[in-house]
């Protein structure tokens, strides 16, 4: 167990649709990161929040977007859903947001979009 | 952007063997990690590499961080049962890049041992 908990784990929804996943960090850490994982592209980096604030953007579509609120948990939304959403959204995080601090994982949300 | 070309895509090896997979790039990472997957599970973080050159161990697990940095590799010794699952390797590009901060991960190797 990482300390890092996603809900939920999955979730079936239809094209078209909005979604909200939600991740809660390990205690302390300050840093959230969303990752997208799917056979074709493989674990690709989304977005990075640090104490609230966005650092960095990854290959994160304009349908999607992110926020990390006070209490540092965060939510990743996605709209107007296509097939090609379907995917495992891993949610990470960090004490600092350096490259040498460690990300821990955790479990991830399984969206399937039909 | 960046992209990592891990290899191999898969194994099938017997208990006791040892494995080794390595990961490597065309352009300069400023750090080498490899994680591994189980089914169901996040990635878990094995090794961390932050130096050229730097060679660490984790038990049976041993990875290099290549003197050129754009590569590293990872063994196994006397593979168990329990080490099946995938491994990825991940990297930072280097600072004032577009992609600074952005981890990148391989395509991964799914190892299944036979016991």
Redesign the interface.
Same mark, same amino acid.
Request: glycine content about 20%; proline content about 4%; aromatic content about 20%.
């Given at each position: 167990d990482?300390g890092?908990t996603q809900t939920p784990k999955h979730l079936i929804t239809a094209t078209g649709q909005r979604v909200t996943l939600r991740c809660s960090p390990r205690s302390g850490d300050l840093s959230v $990161?969303w990752y997208q994982q799917s056979l074709d592209q493989?674990? %690709? +980096?989304l977005i990075?929040y640090y104490n609230g604030e966005e650092? =960095?953007k !990854?290959?994160i579509l304009e349908r999607f977007s992110a926020q990390q609120f006070p209490d540092l948990h965060s939510e990743l939304n996605l709209s107007s859903l296509e097939l090609g959403d379907s995917a495992l959204y891993?949610c =990470?995080s960090s004490a600092g !947001?350096g490259? @040498?601090d @460690? %990300? $821990? +994982? !955790?479990? !991830?949300t399984r969206l399937t979009v039909l | 952007g960046q992209q990592l070309n891990q290899s191999p895509q898969s194994m099938f090896i017997q208990e006791g063997e040892d494995v080794s997979m390595n990961c490597t790039s065309s352009s300069i990472f400023n750090t080498w990690l490899w994680y591994k997957q189980d089914p169901g599970e996040g990635p878990v973080l094995l090794i961390a590499l932050y130096k050229a050159g730097e060679l660490t161990s984790n038990g049976r697990l041993t990875a290099q961080f290549g003197i050129t940095r754009k590569d590293s590799f990872l063994n196994i010794s006397a593979s168990i049962p329990s080490d099946v699952g995938i491994y990825f390797c991940a990297g930072h590009p280097p600072v004032g890049g577009t992609s600074y901060g952005k981890l990148t991960f391989g395509q991964g190797t799914i190892l299944t041992v036979h016991p």
């Open positions: 990482s890092v $990161y493989g674990l %690709q +980096f990075h650092r =960095a !990854g290959n891993f =990470a !947001g490259i @040498t @460690t %990300q $821990y +994982f !955790g479990p !991830g | -």
